[in-house]
């Protein structure tokens, strides 16, 4: 049984291997890095609106996108509304500037 295992495991390890070596699997790389980049940019901006609102991006897209659990869901949901409170203190901070 247990060599059952180890052929359906390594089986498993050579498709994966294969799998992200697929031209879809090289363009989704590509992108991920464009995104990386993206991020270092947006960090580098300093624009804490605009950081704010690429990690709401990302939390909304992970919560419709890949969500497979509801304590998966759970915790992101919990995450954008934690979000929610950092994006209304710093509009409280902007407006008591312009005072």
């Not at 940019?41 to 990690?55: N, R, T």
């Not at 897209?61 to 969500?67: I, K, S």
Request: with cysteine.
């Amino acid at each position: 049984m247990i060599e059952k295992f180890d052929r359906a495991f390594l089986r498993e390890k050579v498709l994966t291997s294969e799998v992200n070596k697929t031209p879809e699997a090289k363009e989704r790389g590509k992108v991920r890095l464009g995104m990386n980049q993206l991020v270092r940019e947006v960090g580098k901006s300093s624009d804490i609106d605009l950081i704010l609102a690429v990690e709401r991006c990302f939390l909304e897209n992970d919560l419709a996108e890949y969500a497979n659990s509801k304590g998966m869901a759970d915790s992101l949901a919990a995450a954008i509304a934690e979000l929610g409170s950092a994006e209304r203190h710093v509009q409280l901070v902007a407006e008591g500037r312009q005072r």
